[in-house]
Antibody
Framework: EVQLVESGGGLVQPGGSLRLSCAAS????????MSWVRQAPGKGLEWVAN????????YYVDSVKGRFTISRDNAKNSLYLQMNSLRAEDTAVYYC???????????????WGQGTMVTVSS | DIQMTQSPSSLSASVGDRVTITCQAS??????LNWYQQKPGKAPKLLIY???NLETGVPSRFSGSGSGTDFTFTISSLQPEDIATYYC????????FGQGTKLEIK
């Protein structure tokens, strides 16, 4: 079964750090772009970051550039999101998602994890 | 940045009704558009990719059309299990989602 399982969420103070993990199974992890997408409570979806199969290319939404770092370990079939200098507006459920190629190298998010909640509050 | 505007933001319909949701892009995105379904407390699910292609395993009552800036998502005969929020998403330049359309049963 193709599966993504996130972990690492929790309550953190403003300015603090948190590292999210996503464990992949049931597919060849090293063959896919991977992404993080977040959803603030009661709000819509926001793409956060992408990483290429070999980790050589990474892209971020402007609001997290310089604060968040996406990485992966293909030997461990795992995706990570290091979040530093956290702000209240980063409070959200963070989803790990598999990217599928199409007209663009990453054209759709076709498999999603169940999400992990990050709360930034004092 | 490309903005995606969905309408309506909420919709109430009866079982068996034909339901249509529209999504407008702030600039031409060709057919680089996907539709997702998100049920309460669950992760989103890809339903339609490249504007009109049905994802494997998705019931044929779901369909999509459009290109350029104007797109349509249709449920031909609403079923109780279709209660969810639906999002469009462009991938022409980075990735942005519409604000969502919450679908309820009348």
């Amino acid at each position: 079964e193709v599966q993504l399982v996130e972990s690492g969420g929790g309550l953190v103070q403003p300015g603090g750090s948190l590292r999210l993990s996503c464990a992949a199974s049931g597919f060849t992890f090293s063959s896919y772009w991977m992404s993080w997408v977040r959803q603030a409570p009661g709000k819509g979806l926001e793409w956060v970051a992408n990483i290429k199969q070999d980790g050589s290319e990474k892209y971020y939404v402007d609001s997290v550039k310089g604060r968040f770092t996406i990485s992966r370990d293909n030997a461990k079939n795992s995706l990570y999101l290091q979040m530093n200098s956290l702000r209240a507006e980063d409070t959200a459920v963070y989803y790990c998602a598999r990217g599928r190629s199409g007209y663009r190298v990453l054209a759709a998010f076709d498999i999603w994890g169940q999400g992990t909640m990050v709360t930034v509050s004092s | 940045d490309i903005q995606m505007t969905q309408s309506p933001s909420s919709l109430s319909a009866s079982v068996g009704d034909r339901v249509t949701i529209t999504c407008q892009a702030s600039q031409d995105i060709s057919n680089y558009l996907n539709w997702y379904q998100q049920k309460p407390g669950k992760a989103p699910k890809l339903l339609i990719y490249d504007a009109s292609n049905l994802e494997t395993g998705v019931p044929s009552r779901f369909s999509g059309s459009g290109s350029g800036t104007d797109f349509t998502f249709t449920i031909s005969s609403l079923q109780p299990e279709d209660i969810a929020t639906y999002y469009c998403q462009q991938y022409d330049n980075q990735y942005t989602f519409g604000q969502g359309t919450k679908l309820e049963i009348k």
